[in-house]
C-alpha cells in the first residue's frame, strides 16, 4: 500500500526553528508537495521537490532524499502566523497525489 | 484571477436530503479534484476530472455520491440521500496538470463548504 507519515503535532516557540519530517512509501514517485492549512482554511501551496536536495523559498525551505524516501519542511524565525497545519503529498507513479495526514504545528510565544 | 470557486461555503441540512456542492475551476486549468476532509481520515480524493471527464472516481465512498462536470468552468457534486457521517468539509482544487511538470500539477484548492448533516 501507500503510505505517508508525518508526526501529528509539533510545538515551538516564535522565532526560532522547526522542522517538520515526512517519510514515504509509494507506487513509484514523481514529486513531493508541501502545502500549509490553516484551521478552517483550504489548504495553500507551499513547495514541492522532484530532485534531491534542498528548494529555499524565503523562510520556508525543503528537503527531498528520494533514495530515503524522506522530505522535510523547515522553518526559519517562526512567527506567530505560522501556526497551521503542514501537508506532505506524494505524487505517485499514476500521477496520483497520495496525502498525508498532516502536522499540527503550535507556536508558542 | 479570483482562484477556485465553491459555493455554498456552509450547509446544514437534515438526514435524507439532497446536498449539491459547486465548483468553478480556475480558468484555463484541465484538472479539478473533489476531496472531503475530516478530523478522522483527514483530506480524502473523491473524484478529479480531466477536461470535464472523470478519470478516478474510486474515492466516491457509495452510489449517494455523484459528480458532474457539464463544462470547463463548472462542477458539481451531489449526496443523495445525505447521512450525517456525510458531515465534513468538501474541497474542489484545480490544476493545469500537465503530467511530468510539477509546476503544473501544483494544485489550488477552494474555500470548501463545511457540510453538517443533522
Known amino acids: 500500500g501507500q503510505n505517508i507519515d508525518q508526526p501529528t503535532e509539533m510545538t515551538a516557540t516564535e522565532g526560532a526553528i522547526v522542522q517538520i519530517n515526512c517519510t514515504y512509501q509509494?507506487?513509484?514517485?514523481?514529486?513531493l508537495f508541501w502545502y500549509q492549512q490553516h484551521a478552517g482554511e483550504a489548504p495553500t501551496f507551499l513547495s514541492y521537490?522532484?530532485l534531491d536536495g534542498l528548494e529555499e523559498k524565503g523562510r520556508f525551505s525543503s528537503f527531498l532524499s528520494r533514495s530515503k524516501g524522506y522530505s522535510y519542511l523547515l522553518l526559519k524565525e517562526l512567527q506567530m502566523k505560522d501556526s497551521a497545519s503542514y501537508l506532505c503529498?506524494?505524487?505517485?507513479?499514476?500521477?496520483?497525489?497520495?496525502w498525508g495526514a498532516g502536522t499540527k504545528l503550535i507556536i508558542k510565544p | 484571477d479570483a482562484g477556485v470557486i465553491q459555493s455554498p461555503r456552509h450547509e446544514v441540512t437534515e438526514m435524507g436530503q439532497e446536498v449539491t456542492l459547486r465548483c468553478k475551476p480556475i480558468?484555463?486549468?484541465?484538472?479539478l479534484f473533489w476531496y472531503r476532509q475530516t478530523m478522522m481520515r483527514g483530506l480524502e480524493l473523491l473524484i478529479y476530472?480531466?477536461?470535464?471527464?472523470?478519470?478516478?472516481d474510486s474515492g466516491m465512498p457509495e452510489d449517494r455520491f455523484s459528480a458532474k462536470m457539464p463544462n470547463a468552468s463548472f462542477s458539481t457534486l451531489k449526496i443523495q440521500p445525505s447521512e450525517p457521517r456525510d458531515s465534513a468539509v468538501y474541497f474542489c482544487?484545480?490544476?493545469?496538470?500537465?503530467?511530468?511538470?510539477?509546476?503544473?500539477?501544483?494544485?489550488?484548492f477552494g474555500p470548501g463548504t463545511r457540510l453538517l448533516v443533522l
Open positions: 480558468s484555463g486549468h484541465d484538472y
Open positions: 509509494t507506487s513509484g514517485f514523481n514529486g
Open positions: 482544487a484545480s490544476s493545469p496538470g500537465l503530467a511530468g511538470d510539477l509546476y503544473q500539477e501544483t494544485q489550488y
Open positions: 521537490n522532484v
Open positions: 476530472f480531466n477536461n470535464n471527464v472523470p478519470i478516478d
Open positions: 503529498a506524494v505524487l505517485d507513479s499514476n500521477y496520483q497525489l497520495i
